[in-house]
């Protein structure tokens, strides 16, 4: 059973930094494509950044693309999201989400709260 634990979301003024870290446990996630998502007041849920655990290839949304930045650490089973530039409008609870496209294991977690003022 795959789990998911969020962490490092706040409150941070208009162009600042913060660094998500999304910690995974439960199997071995060689074959997963792990996720950013990010949902605001009123808003659906949209696709962030995702990273292949295999090779580490990255894809961005245009929203975020220069600002945030995707990674993973192997041996802590841990991916980031490293946020810089921030915007008011990126304000919205952040997901972290492991999908298995051979199983179609799709697992989120708890979701961290992630506030920019202008």
């Known amino acids: 059973q795959v789990h998911l634990v969020e962490s490092g979301g706040g409150l941070v003024q208009a162009g600042g930094s913060l660094r998500l870290s999304c910690a995974a446990s439960g199997r071995t996630f060689r074959y997963y494509t792990m996720r950013w998502f990010r949902q605001a007041p009123g808003k659906e849920r949209e696709f962030v950044a995702s990273i292949r655990w295999s090779d580490g290839s990255t894809f961005d949304a245009d929203s975020v693309k220069g600002r945030f930045t995707i990674s993973r650490d192997n041996a802590k089973n841990t991916v980031y999201l490293q946020m810089n530039s921030l915007k008011p409008e990126d304000t919205a609870v952040y997901y972290c989400?492991?999908?298995?496209?051979?199983?179609?294991?799709?697992?989120w977690g708890q979701g961290t709260q992630v506030t920019v003022s202008s």
């Open positions: 989400n492991a999908y298995n496209m051979y199983n179609l294991d799709d697992v």
